[in-house]
Nanobody, 122 residues
Framework: QVQLVESGGGLVQPGGSLRLSCAAS????????MGWYRQAPGKERELVGI???????TYSDSVKGRFTISRDNAENTVFLQMISLKPEDTAVYYC????????????????WGQGTQVTVSS
């Protein structure tokens, strides 16, 4: 059974930093690309960035240069380091495995974790 447990969110001032973690189980972690996603109130869930099986990363334009994804295959964990946070980064953040469909990465599993809330506000 796939389990994804996100943690590390919180309230931070604009310009601040947070590091999110996602512990994964129930699948062969090292064989999957892993993605971070976020959903702001009233908006659809969006892809923030991907780390490939080999550790290469891609990011949405809105977070490029500020967010960094990394993975620890030994611990089945993926991380999202966020700096220079902005109020528009406020959202619930989720992780999921991902697969490449054409030119897009799509979530691999239908079940999601509970997410972790990130609130950027002064």
């Amino acid at each position: 059974q796939v389990q994804l447990v996100e943690s590390g969110g919180g309230l931070v001032q604009p310009g601040g930093s947070l590091r999110l973690s996602c512990a994964a189980s129930g699948f062969t972690f090292s064989s999957y690309a892993m993605g971070w996603y976020r959903q702001a109130p009233g908006k659809e869930r969006e892809l923030v960035g991907i780390t490939s099986v080999g550790g290469a990363t891609t990011y949405s334009d809105s977070v490029k240069g500020r967010f960094t994804i990394s993975r620890d295959n030994a611990e089945n964990t993926v991380f999202l380091q966020m700096i220079s946070l902005k109020p528009e980064d406020t959202a619930v953040y989720y992780c999921n495995a991902a697969y490449l469909s054409g030119l897009r990465y799509l979530p691999a599993f239908g079940s999601w974790g509970q997410g972790t809330q990130v609130t950027v506000s002064s």
